[in-house]
């Protein structure tokens, strides 16, 4: 994919998060696409990574991610953003705290053929949890 095609499939990306389209964010996935998340595990295919951006959604109706930075090489690119929203839909099976986050996150992609081939999320999990109150730090 060329630089202009993979900018365009990122915009693509983020207007998809924008309007909470988990169907639409999954077609930017090839058919056997990989996302890694520490929150979601593993998914290979789109009904699965389609999934994933469900449960993002319910978990987080309001969530709002900003890109701060896209760094394209041949057919990777790595994309960091700031990810906010607010724990009103239940996270993970547990009830909602009703508890706001702020989380850096740097997403890894590769691509091929015109969509996302795989998909790494990096980002601190245990400090998402301790933002939206799922586990409580000891003072020091």
Do not use: N
Not at 24 to 48: C, I, K, N, P, Q
Not at 93 to 110: D, E
Request: a negative charge; proline letters at 4%.
């Amino acid at each position: 994919m060329t630089r202009a095609e993979i900018t365009a499939l990122l915009d693509e990306r983020r207007a998809g998060i924008e309007s909470r389209d988990a169907r639409a964010l999954a077609r930017l996935h090839a058919d056997d696409g990989v996302v890694e998340s520490l929150m979601a595990g593993t998914h290979w295919g789109r009904a699965a990574i389609e999934d994933v951006y469900r449960a993002w959604f319910k978990a987080f109706p309001d969530v709002v991610s900003t890109t701060e930075v896209v760094l394209i090489d041949g057919d990777r690119a790595v994309e960091v953003a700031m990810t906010t929203g607010t724990d009103t839909g239940g996270f993970m099976g547990l009830p909602p705290t009703g508890k706001p986050f702020r989380l850096p996150i740097v997403f890894v992609y590769a691509f091929g053929d015109g969509s996302i081939v795989h998909e790494r999320r990096i980002y601190d999990f245990t400090g998402l949890l301790l933002q939206i109150g799922v586990l409580k730090a000891r003072p020091a």
